[in-house]
C-alpha cells in the first residue's frame, strides 16, 4: 500500500529522482571520499527533513531518491545539499589541497519526479554501476 505523509494541513508523498556531477564532471568519487561524500549527504538530508530513500555514488555522478517535504522545493534542497556538502567537503577531505573558492559540484542539476513507480526507479539508482560496467564493455569490444 502507498504510504502517506502528513503535515498539519497537508498529506503528502513526494519523491524524486535527482543526479548531481562533480565541477568538470571530474570523476573523484571512489574510495575513502566516495564514503565521506556519501555520509555528508546522508547528514545533510536528515538536517532538513528530507529522506534520502536511495542513493549511489558513481565515480563522476551521484544518483538519489528524495522524499521532500512540499514546504520545500526542490530547487532548495539541490542548493542546500551542493551548496553546505561542499563547504564540508572542502573543509572535512579536502583541506590539505589548496584550491580557490569552494566548488566542488557542476552548476545544473537533473530531476525528475517519481511517481508511483519508486520500485522500477530505485532498482534503476542500485544497479547503475553495473549498467554502465557492461556499455563500457561493449565500447572496448567494438
Same mark, same amino acid.
Given at each position: 500500500?502507498?504510504?502517506?505523509?502528513?503535515?498539519?494541513?497537508?498529506?503528502?508523498?513526494?519523491?524524486?529522482?535527482?543526479?548531481?556531477?562533480?565541477?568538470?564532471?571530474?570523476?573523484?568519487?571512489?574510495?575513502?571520499?566516495?564514503?565521506?561524500?556519501?555520509?555528508?549527504? +546522508?547528514?545533510?538530508?536528515?538536517? +532538513?527533513?528530507?529522506?534520502?530513500?536511495?542513493?549511489?555514488?558513481?565515480?563522476?555522478?551521484?544518483?538519489?531518491?528524495?522524499?521532500?517535504?512540499?514546504?520545500?522545493?526542490?530547487?532548495?534542497?539541490?542548493?542546500?545539499?551542493?551548496?553546505?556538502?561542499?563547504?564540508?567537503?572542502? +573543509?572535512?577531505?579536502?583541506?590539505?589541497?589548496?584550491?580557490?573558492?569552494?566548488?566542488?559540484?557542476?552548476?545544473?542539476?537533473?530531476?525528475?519526479?517519481?511517481?508511483?513507480?519508486?520500485?522500477?526507479? +530505485?532498482?534503476?539508482?542500485?544497479?547503475?554501476?553495473?549498467?554502465?560496467?557492461?556499455?563500457?564493455?561493449?565500447?572496448?569490444?567494438?
Amino acid at each position: 500500500m502507498h504510504e502517506w505523509e502528513s503535515l498539519s494541513h497537508v498529506r503528502w508523498d513526494c519523491k524524486y529522482h535527482v543526479i548531481i556531477v562533480p565541477k568538470y564532471r571530474k570523476r573523484r568519487l571512489y574510495g575513502q571520499l566516495k564514503r565521506q561524500v556519501g555520509q555528508i549527504i +546522508r547528514d545533510l538530508c536528515k538536517q +532538513r527533513g528530507v529522506e534520502l530513500l536511495e542513493g549511489h555514488l558513481m565515480p563522476d555522478h551521484v544518483h538519489m531518491c528524495l522524499r521532500v517535504p512540499p514546504k520545500f522545493s526542490i530547487a532548495f534542497v539541490i542548493g542546500f545539499l551542493k551548496g553546505k556538502s561542499a563547504v564540508r567537503i572542502h +573543509r572535512n577531505i579536502l583541506e590539505k589541497t589548496r584550491v580557490t573558492g569552494l566548488h566542488f559540484w557542476a552548476r545544473g542539476y537533473c530531476v525528475s519526479t517519481v511517481g508511483l513507480d519508486e520500485a522500477t526507479i +530505485r532498482t534503476y539508482i542500485r544497479e547503475q554501476e553495473e549498467v554502465e560496467k557492461q556499455q563500457l564493455e561493449l565500447k572496448l569490444e567494438e
